[in-house]
């Protein structure tokens, strides 16, 4: 582990970890340590195994090989401590589910039994619909609000739990460029404010130019990690694709060239989503 | 006429009938939720084929019912997990399903009459003993369905979500599809195994076109059921028609009013107009 008391504990370790989906071998060796306040975005290909990373911290998948500990023990399944952001979806515009409840099942959504009215579920529900500036349609169903309105909620849903760790899972996709930045200041200021660590799956990593501490780029197999003037150059993608790949810097824009960075998911058809 | 209301009969089909509409109208949300209406049906028939097979060995139709009804539940639990699988599924066996519900109707000649009460619902024929089954089977649904209420709500409005947070979203699948099975079996004593719709979907679309609270929406789809089930009741004790006739016409008629008059309540519903939180600047 080697902390001794002056770097502080990681929030998440993956050491050799090597996972296999049926027959498929997604990633192997990989070497990660996400530290404690920081904002990590993953990016590479579709099907490099970004979102099965999410779903061996969240103790939804195994790992075939090595070890991986999050917040200071082996993950396991509904860990409370832990906040997920999904893609943002459709619901249908007449399900009875307003705003504040989509925020509810947050909270209280994963216990037995019936939802009961609580003042202390009510609290947390308020706190964090503030949290995120959505108290104006926190009674609109959800399935008449924007996307960008959605992805706000979904990301008092995951504070709504009081996690010490924000798993987002391309949280973008599907969002104008106006409603991204919103979300991605939106992280960034939890991250910052509350010392959150986040751990940010996205298939453009521009939106996140300026927040992002380190990038973590997952290709064939293997990965790099690092900050983003290290990892989003020519020299370091060409390595880790095993192909020329070029780095362009356009407008403050990356534009990468020659290198497969995901992108256009079917939403929801994904077997393993989640 | 009014002398009807002193009948046993009477009182019987009252009160299975609100046995019945109460758990139609609880699970009904969950069923419009999940997009299982055909679910609803596919388990319905198998049902058909459990009482039909029942009345052949001289066993109660009720109980034959059930255990088929359950018994379809798991096969499509277990047949299919995405929607069109399950459909495909679905819709495989309950052909089936019905194929050998027709030969044990033949096979049982004693009376046509059964098979049209299976179909069709036989509320004012309903003994005692169909009450008291009734009861048991609405209590114990609705206590299984009290337990898992939280998180099959999560698991079905919000299923990634619901898997991170460590909800076991496929046994909620399975587990409601085991209380829809019971649900069934009650509501086809009332009206039908052709008419199970009209208890099972319309009172909770209809429910959640009026309001997008989810508390309210389930009491609202509740009180319309009962509404609905009672009120057919008393009118076919006025006009000798079947009650059926008159429980679906009600329900579509409310469905009907839903959509036309929801539309205007949904116009209320937003406080915000589209493009709102773009347009403003964020912490």
Known sequence: ?274 | MTSLWHYAFVHNALLAGAIVAVVAGLVGPFVVMRNMSFAVHGVAEVGFTGAAGALLIGVAPTTGMLAFTVLAAVAIGLLGVRVRERDVAIGATLAFALGLGVLFLSLYTRYANEAFNLLFGTILGISRQNVEFSAVVGLVTLLALAAVYRPLRFSSVDPDVAAARGVPVRLLSAVFLVILAFAVAEAVQVVGVLLLLTLLISPAAAAELITPHPGRATALSVLIALGCTLGGIVLALYKPWPPSFFISTLSFFVYLLARLLGPRLGARRRSVPDGAVGARPFV
């Open chain 1, 1 to 274: 582990m080697g902390t001794d008391g002056v770097v502080a504990r990681p929030v998440a370790q993956l050491v050799r970890a090597g996972l296999q989906l049926g027959r498929r071998r997604v990633w192997e060796e990989l070497e990660l340590q996400i530290r404690a306040g920081e904002f990590l975005a993953v990016i590479g290909p579709n099907g490099a195994g970004k979102t099965s990373l999410l779903r061996v911290l969240l103790g939804l998948s195994r790992l075939t090989s090595g070890t991986v500990e999050v917040l200071g023990r082996p993950p396991r399944r509904g860990d409370a401590a832990i906040g997920y952001v999904p893609q943002q979806r459709a619901f249908e515009p007449d399900l009875p589910l307003r705003g504040r409840d989509l925020v509810g099942l947050g909270v209280d959504g994963h216990r037995w039994g019936l939802a009961l009215w609580g003042a202390e579920r009510a609290r947390r529900v308020d706190a964090a619909l503030e949290a995120v500036g959505a108290q104006a349609y926190a009674e609109a169903p959800v399935g008449r609000l924007s996307g960008g309105e959605q992805q706000r909620l979904r990301i008092a849903q995951a504070i709504g739990g009081e996690p010490r760790l924000l798993l987002c899972d391309e949280p973008l996709s599907s969002l104008d460029v106006q409603h991204q930045a919103t979300i991605v200041r939106l992280v960034a200021d939890l991250n910052r404010r509350r010392d959150m660590p986040v751990v940010f799956v996205t298939h453009d990593i521009n939106p996140l130019l300026g927040h992002v501490d380190r990038v973590l780029c997952i290709a064939r197999g293997r990965c790099l990690v690092g900050p983003p003037q290290e990892v989003l150059t020519s020299e370091a993608l060409s390595q880790l694709y095993q192909a020329p790949v070029e780095v362009l810097h356009v407008r403050g824009q990356i534009v990468v060239l020659g290198a497969d960075m995901g992108g256009h998911h079917a939403a929801a058809a994904g077997g393993e989503a989640g």
